[in-house]
């Protein structure tokens, strides 16, 4: 049985994953392998998280992208998943951001959130890069967080089993793969932080 939401979760008790919950890292993934590797992807066809598990691609193709969108997101043309800015920016006015991500490298990712969020939500900002993604349950429990959105749905059963609680950001690769709680955009983590707050109409 599907896990129940939490009626209500203050955002400075909550942290998030970067790729694939702040970042749109698979339209980059897709839109790289389209544009310079002539490869067509369907976001569709993404249905694991380890994408050369189920994408018929060279895997030194699948490395040589990735590696780029680590080492030099701005560069690759990293995007923030739709709301996503409007939305982080707002939490910011109530407490510091948390993020917490299996990237080996930090400060290629902590320049990307400066220039997506500005100089003064960046810095309101604390971000660690594990480098694993199963070494995140430590790091999130020093930040004196609860709850943790992620779009791996291991990391979350992990964070599960350690007696937080994870949200799964909800893609194709985990779909069907937990029974934890999960949303769908950034427009729903709003409404589960800020659920008196009307928002205006602007992303």
Same mark, same amino acid.
């Given at each position: $049985?599907?896990?129940? $939401?939490?009626?209500?979760? !203050?955002?400075? @008790?909550?942290?998030?994953?970067?790729?694939?919950?702040?970042?749109?890292?698979?339209?980059?993934?897709?839109?790289?392998?389209? %544009?310079?590797?002539?490869?067509?992807?369907?976001? #569709? %066809?993404?249905?694991?998280?380890?994408?050369?598990?189920?994408? *018929?691609?060279?895997? %030194?193709?699948?490395?040589?992208?990735?590696?780029?969108?680590? #080492?030099?997101?701005?560069? /690759?043309?990293?995007?923030? $998943?739709?709301?996503?800015? &409007?939305?982080? &920016?707002?939490?910011?006015?109530?407490?510091?951001?948390?993020?917490?991500? =299996? &990237?080996?490298? =930090?400060?290629?990712?902590?320049?990307?959130?400066?220039?997506?969020?500005?100089? #003064?939500?960046?810095? @309101?900002? &604390?971000?660690? /890069?594990?480098? %694993? !993604?199963? *070494?995140?349950?430590?790091?999130?429990?020093? $930040?004196?967080?609860?709850?943790?959105? *992620?779009?791996? /749905?291991?990391?979350?059963?992990?964070? #599960?089993? /350690?007696?937080? !609680?994870?949200?799964?950001?909800?893609?194709?690769?985990?779909?069907?793969?937990?029974?934890?709680?999960?949303?769908?955009?950034?427009? =729903?983590?709003?409404?589960?932080?800020?659920?008196?707050?009307?928002?205006?109409?602007?992303?």
């Amino acid at each position: $049985m599907t896990r129940t $939401m939490p009626p209500s979760i !203050h955002p400075g @008790r909550i942290g998030f994953d970067i790729d694939g919950v702040v970042a749109d890292t698979m339209e980059a993934f897709i839109r790289i392998a389209r %544009e310079e590797h002539g490869i067509a992807v369907h976001p #569709e %066809e993404i249905t694991a998280f380890q994408v050369e598990d189920c994408l *018929d691609m060279d895997p %030194e193709v699948v490395a040589e992208i990735f590696q780029r969108l680590m #080492e030099d997101p701005l560069g /690759a043309g990293l995007q923030l $998943m739709p709301y996503a800015g &409007r939305v982080l &920016r707002e939490f910011a006015g109530h407490a510091p951001l948390t993020f917490v991500t =299996a &990237r080996p490298l =930090a400060s290629p990712i902590a320049e990307w959130l400066r220039v997506m969020l500005g100089e #003064e939500v960046h810095s @309101r900002t &604390r971000l660690i /890069a594990t480098g %694993e !993604h199963d *070494d995140k349950t430590r790091h999130i429990r020093a $930040m004196g967080l609860r709850y943790f959105i *992620d779009d791996r /749905a291991q990391t979350c059963l992990t964070l #599960e089993e /350690a007696g937080l !609680h994870p949200i799964v950001f909800s893609q194709p690769w985990n779909r069907g793969r937990h029974q934890l709680p999960c949303v769908e955009n950034w427009l =729903a983590i709003r409404a589960l932080c800020l659920p008196s707050e009307n928002p205006d109409e602007a992303p």
